[in-house]
């Protein structure tokens, strides 16, 4: 290849984390990239898949993040990655990826990578996401480009490499990164794993990959503009819970959301009245004694009783059943009843759709968010 040799860390080094930035799409794009450098097995068998042909090693041009010149609209294009290279046959080929994880589809991006390789000979675009439903959206539009377009799923991506890393160290570690990350092969919940998870702590791996396929693969719009900030987000396991935090100024009003799967800290009954069980949980919390806690408790209690129409089991600050006095919300519906459906996908869908019922039943109209607005610094 014509690159000089790869150093990931030097690559990964201009995402480091700063002004309020989350390069974690940036982050993944860099360690892939390297693995196509490293690993020549992998290399070899992806871009045959694409281009149909081996290419010439010494010929291969693998660059993230190359400014080129839209003329057409007279701006910069920065195409995630950019692959320029030399068929076996002797032919030359352009290839443009465009990564996401957590973004979502934009096919006016994709348009405007077909016009820069317009006319160029073997022109491909690929577009790379661990959202199935862009996914399928992104292969609707092939028809509309003038270069051959290809659309590949993360999971993907991970079982090429998973089969194809017995020999690449750094391939093997972004397989455990990507499986970790909930961008390998769906694995949904079933029955019999929820029932026996007690023995096995695997399932607790199980929950953070559903929280970080929830986090970075669904929309949330339906929360307040303060939580929607990147920055403030992560899947934490701790308390009892794997769940996404969604951090406010302070740590008073913060929201957690995921799955609980002991009560012992939350001092809770699980939903179904039991105390070994898991549940999906959208929790408010807040120190006992903060100005301001007496306005959300009030705000809260207007909106519960819309709040239990969604579905689930409610507890207030002060009501009997909540006996964390840093709990001021906190809904809860039984995991169980969430795996009717085997596919992966569709459980998070309504597990998704019941967070959004809950949040839509809490902030509707403003006030509760104009209570909690009480605990942000001043100035």
């Not at 794009?29 to 450098?37: G, K, N, P, R, S």
């Not at 898949?49 to 839209?70: C, M, N, W, Y």
């Not at 973004?103 to 000979?121: E, S, T, W």
């Not at 995991?335 to 596919?343: A, V």
Request: net charge negative; charged share 25%; glycine share 6%.
């Amino acid at each position: 290849m014509t690159d000089s040799r790869p150093n990931l860390f030097i690559s990964l080094f201009q995402w480091r984390p700063v002004d309020d930035r989350t390069p974690g799409e940036n982050f993944l794009t860099e360690a892939f990239v390297y693995c196509l450098h490293s690993n020549e097995t992998f290399r070899t068998h992806w871009f045959k898949k694409i281009l149909g042909s081996e290419v010439i090693d010494a010929e291969l041009r693998i660059s993230t993040r190359v400014s080129h010149l839209d003329d057409e609209r007279e701006t910069t294009i920065y195409p995630d990655i950019d692959i320029r290279g030399v068929l076996t046959s002797g032919q030359p080929f352009s290839l443009l990826v465009e990564v996401k994880w957590g973004a979502r589809y934009d096919h006016a991006q994709i348009a405007k990578y077909d016009r820069l390789i317009a006319g160029k000979p073997n022109s491909h675009l690929v577009f790379l996401s661990a959202n199935s439903i862009d996914c399928r959206n992104a292969s609707t539009h092939r028809v509309s480009l003038s270069s051959t377009f290809h659309v590949f799923e993360w999971q993907q991506i991970y079982s090429l490499l998973a089969t194809l890393s017995k020999d690449c160290r750094s391939s093997q570690e972004l397989v455990e990164f990507m499986h970790i990350h909930g961008l390998s092969p769906p694995e949904p919940i079933s029955q019999t794993l929820l029932q026996s998870y007690i023995a096995t702590r695997d399932f607790t791996k199980r929950l953070r990959r559903y929280c970080e396929k929830l986090l970075n693969e669904s929309p949330w719009d339906f929360l307040p503009l303060h939580y929607q900030d990147a920055t403030r987000q992560e899947v934490k396991d701790q308390y009892g819970r794997v769940a996404i935090v969604f951090r406010r100024h302070d740590w008073n009003g913060t929201i957690t959301i995921g799955f609980l799967y002991s009560t012992h800290d939350h001092q809770v009954k699980f939903a179904n009245g039991g105390d070994a069980s898991v549940d999906l949980m959208m929790r408010i919390e807040a120190n006992p004694t903060v100005v301001g806690r007496t306005e959300v408790v009030s705000a809260l209690q207007k909106r519960a009783d819309e709040v239990r129409q969604c579905g689930g089991v409610v507890h207030l600050a002060g009501d009997r059943g909540n006996q964390n006095s840093h709990t001021l919300f906190i809904a809860q519906r039984s995991l169980s009843e969430f795996l009717d459906n085997s596919d992966e996908t569709g459980q998070l869908i309504a597990m998704h759709q019941q967070i959004s019922d809950w949040s839509n039943a809490l902030f509707g109209g403003g006030e509760l968010e104009n209570a909690l607005k009480r605990f942000d610094p001043i100035g």
